[in-house]
C-alpha cells in the first residue's frame, strides 16, 4: 500500500513539472539564450575594440615617425585622416598632435580649429580642456582677446584641472585689452592665493611687481606642446587591453610645463 501511495505522489509530482516547463520552459530557454548571446556579444565588442586600438596605434606610429623626419603637411594628413576612424583616444591626441604640427608651420587658425576638433573627439573632461586651453593659448598670440576671454573663463572656474592656467591666461588678455584693474586683481590673486601651481604663481608675482612699478608686463610665452606629453594621454584614453601602446611615452618627447591640478 506504501510503494503504491509514493508511486502515485511520484506521478503528480511528474505532472506537476511537465506543466510547469510546458509553462516556464520556453522562457527559460529565451533567457539562457539571451545570456549566452549577450556575453558572446561583449566579447566581440572587446576584440573589436582591440583590433581598432591596434590598427590606430600602428597608424599614429606612422604619422609620428612622417612629423619626426620632417614631413610635416604628411604627417598632418595622416593624422587628420587616423582621426576621423580612429577611437576616441587616439582620435582627439591625432588632432592635436596635427594641430601642433599646425602651430610649427605658422598656420595658427589652422591650429585652433584642429584643438577645437580634438576637444570634441576626446572623452575625458581633463583632456578636452587640455585642448581647450592650447587654442586659448594661440588665440591669444592672434590678438584676438575676446574670444580668449570668452574660451578661458569656462577653463578657469575653480576646481577645474587647468584653472591656475586659465586665470593666468584671463589676466594677460585683461593687460593687452588695457584693462589694468582687473589685470592687477587677477595677478594678485594668483600670486598669493594657496595652491597656485608655482609656475603661474612666480610668473604672478613678477608681473604684480612690474605693474606697481609701471613696467611693461612680458608677454605670456607658452609652448602649448609642453603642457603635457602626448604618450601620457594615450595612457589615460586608452586602456592597455584595448590595444595602447606598450610604451605611450615614446610617441613624444615632451615636458610638461605645467601640471594640472587633480
Known amino acids: 500500500m506504501v510503494d503504491f501511495i509514493n508511486e502515485v505522489e511520484e506521478e503528480l509530482r511528474k505532472d506537476k513539472y511537465n506543466v510547469l516547463l510546458r509553462k516556464f520552459g520556453p522562457v527559460i530557454v529565451a533567457l539562457i539564450f539571451i545570456i549566452v548571446a ?24 606612422v604619422a609620428a615617425k612622417l612629423a619626426a623626419d620632417g614631413d610635416l603637411q604628411a604627417a ?28 610649427q608651420l605658422g ?3 589652422g591650429a585652433v580649429d584642429l584643438f577645437d576638433r580634438s576637444a570634441q573627439a576626446f572623452t575625458k573632461p581633463i583632456h578636452k580642456d587640455l585642448s581647450r586651453l592650447k587654442a586659448a593659448y594661440i588665440l591669444m598670440e592672434l590678438g584676438r582677446y575676446d574670444d580668449v576671454g570668452v574660451r578661458a573663463s569656462v577653463l578657469a572656474v575653480d576646481d577645474a584641472p587647468y584653472q591656475d592656467l586659465a586665470k593666468e591666461l584671463l589676466a594677460h588678455a585683461s593687460l593687452k585689452t588695457d584693462d589694468i584693474v582687473s589685470a592687477r586683481t587677477q595677478f594678485t590673486f ?63 618627447d615632451e615636458t610638461p610645463e605645467e601640471t594640472p591640478k587633480d
Do not use: C, H, M
Open 38 to 61: 549577450g556575453a558572446g556579444y561583449v566579447e566581440f565588442q572587446k576584440y573589436s575594440r582591440s583590433k581598432e586600438a591596434r590598427a590606430a596605434s600602428a597608424s599614429y606610429t
Open 76 to 103: 598632418i594628413a595622416r593624422f587628420v585622416a587616423l582621426a576621423e576612424i580612429a577611437p576616441s583616444g587616439y582620435a582627439g591626441l591625432s588632432f592635436s598632435r596635427a594641430a601642433g604640427i599646425k602651430v
Open 107 to 109: 598656420d595658427l587658425q
Open 190 to 252: 594668483l600670486a598669493n592665493a594657496p595652491g597656485v601651481l608655482s609656475g603661474v604663481q612666480g610668473r604672478a608675482k613678477q608681473a604684480v611687481a612690474l605693474l606697481g612699478a609701471r613696467l611693461e608686463v612680458p608677454d605670456l610665452a607658452v609652448d602649448v606642446e609642453d603642457l603635457t606629453p602626448a604618450g601620457e594621454i594615450v595612457a589615460e584614453e586608452i586602456a592597455p587591453q584595448d590595444g595602447a601602446l606598450e610604451n605611450p611615452a615614446e610617441t613624444s
